[in-house]
């Protein structure tokens, strides 16, 4: 390697410190394994005065959640014009926005679900759409606040007028897809395979079936028909390049077959901080195109750059 310094950014003080902690630390074992120079630098409120004296000659994101994946740590970075990796301020903004993301995706004629946004105190004791339906925060990752009303259920989820509710004001509430769990990744302009996940104990992929050893099953390739395979790598790639991802990113569908093979896909969001220890989805399917865990952070590495 060059002997580049790597500044691996994890933890931070989101929702998903946990998750980023344990990204943080695969990436940057691996980094050292092929020959970088990593610094660890659990993020702080004075993340830039730390980056300011590191002077590193990239930095390695592997922030998940608010502060982390909305574009706010890469202003940080670009004003320090520290080459950083990912997507940059822009995308990485307007894809953690699920109202935002899903509007340009569908202006391009990416597939979406029926959605309103709304404040969670308006939504009170009548259904705002018809169920099932899907309720989740505006602003977050790895499925935190998402809830699914049943159709049998008979009137919203109480926890949204709650005094414990830590996950903003704003909801989407959003028509639920029956079906199964598909993912693709992006790896610069090249569009990976395809993975169907299995969620264990749980009848979506939660936070427990992402990170709880054996919450859930990896199927990749995806056993799907070839040209529901071909749509959902093509759709992926379009959202990456219409939202403006830089890097790697992964979108996840919802794709429902129980009437036709044809059937329905959906596209749900894209993740421009993906999770990253060797087993998580992404590593997977680079894997699968010729990438071990080390050739992948590698790459990422030396596609690291500003303005973004």
Same mark, same amino acid.
């Given at each position: ?12 003080? @989101? ?31 004075? %993340? $830039? ?9 990239? $930095?390695? #994101? ?11 740590? !890469? ?19 307007? $894809?953690?926005?699920? !109202? ?18 709304? #404040? ?9 759409? =018809? ?7 505006? #602003?977050?990752? @790895? ?20 005094? &414990?509710?830590?996950?903003? &004001? ?19 302009? !090249?569009?990976?395979? %395809? ?31 070839? #040209?529901?395979? !071909? ?18 990113s992964r979108s996840d569908f919802r794709y429902d077959d129980r009437f036709s093979p044809d059937g329905e896909v959906v596209w749900l969001e894209v993740n421009t901080q993906p999770g990253m220890t060797p087993t998580s989805l992404v590593p997977e399917?680079?894997?699968? $195109?010729?990438? =071990? ?9 030396? =596609?690291? @750059?500003?303005?973004?």
């Open positions: 390697m060059s002997g580049k310094h790597v500044a691996v950014l994890m933890g931070g003080f @989101s929702s998903e410190r946990p998750v980023s902690l344990s990204s943080g630390e695969a990436c940057a074992d691996a980094l050292e394994g092929v020959g970088y120079r990593v610094t660890r630098v659990d993020v702080d409120r004075d %993340v $830039a005065t730390v980056l300011r004296e590191l002077r590193p000659d990239v $930095a390695f #994101n592997a922030l998940h959640g608010p502060y982390g994946e909305d574009g706010a740590i !890469q202003g940080i970075l670009e004003y320090l014009q520290i080459p950083y990796t990912h997507s940059g301020v822009l995308a990485s903004a307007v $894809a953690m926005d699920k !109202q935002q993301a899903k509007r340009i995706a569908s202006a391009i004629g990416v597939p979406v679900a029926e959605e309103r946004i709304m #404040n969670r105190f308006d939504i009170g004791h009548e259904h705002p759409m =018809d169920t099932p339906y899907v309720v989740k925060p505006v #602003n977050e990752g @790895s499925s935190f606040g998402v809830i699914i009303v049943d159709e049998d259920q008979s009137h919203p989820p109480q926890i949204l007028t709650s005094s &414990d509710w830590p996950y903003g &004001d704003r909801v989407m509430v959003e028509r639920f897809v029956h079906g199964r769990e598909l993912t693709c990744a992006v790896m610069g302009d !090249q569009v990976l395979d %395809v993975t169907e996940i299995f969620p264990v104990g749980s009848s979506f992929y939660d936070y427990e079936s992402k990170y709880v050893t054996g919450g859930s099953k990896h199927e990749f390739p995806a056993k799907i028909l070839p #040209n529901i395979y !071909q749509k959902i790598q093509k759709l992926s790639l379009m959202a990456h390049e219409a939202i403006g991802c830089r890097g790697v399917l680079a894997q699968l $195109a010729g990438y =071990d865990f080390g050739a992948l952070v590698s790459w990422m590495v030396e =596609d690291a @750059s500003c303005l973004r």
